[in-house]
């Protein structure tokens, strides 16, 4: 196995978890705008946070496609664009791997 299948290998585990945090962090960071603007009740944020949080790919990638306060193109980018880098990455492990 070669340096270079080594390092995109190892790439490809932590993305998700890297993608993954970055979701949870613009998510909670945009719950917590929205209750100090008075968009949201606190209620309502608690519920958002715990499915952020129990549910975490479905929870995080749902909130920021659902909110309201975030313009849809860029929802659809944060979450578009880490499932798209994965998958990139994915598709470039397999090819390596096919290859080695």
């Not at 270079?4 to 490809?12: E, F």
């Not at 968009?39 to 920021?64: D, I, N």
């Amino acid at each position: 196995m070669g340096a270079l299948q080594v390092v995109i290998g190892l790439y490809a585990t932590v993305l998700p978890f890297a993608v993954l945090g970055a979701w949870i962090a613009v998510a909670l960071w945009d719950l917590s705008r929205r209750v100090n603007g008075a968009e949201l009740s606190r209620g309502a944020a608690v519920g958002w946070s715990v499915v952020v949080l129990v549910v975490p790919v479905v929870g995080a990638a749902g909130y920021l496609l659902a909110s309201p306060s975030l313009p849809r193109w860029l929802a659809a980018t944060y979450v578009g664009g880490g499932v798209a880098a994965w998958l990139a990455v994915l598709g470039v492990t397999a090819g390596l791997g096919a290859a080695g």
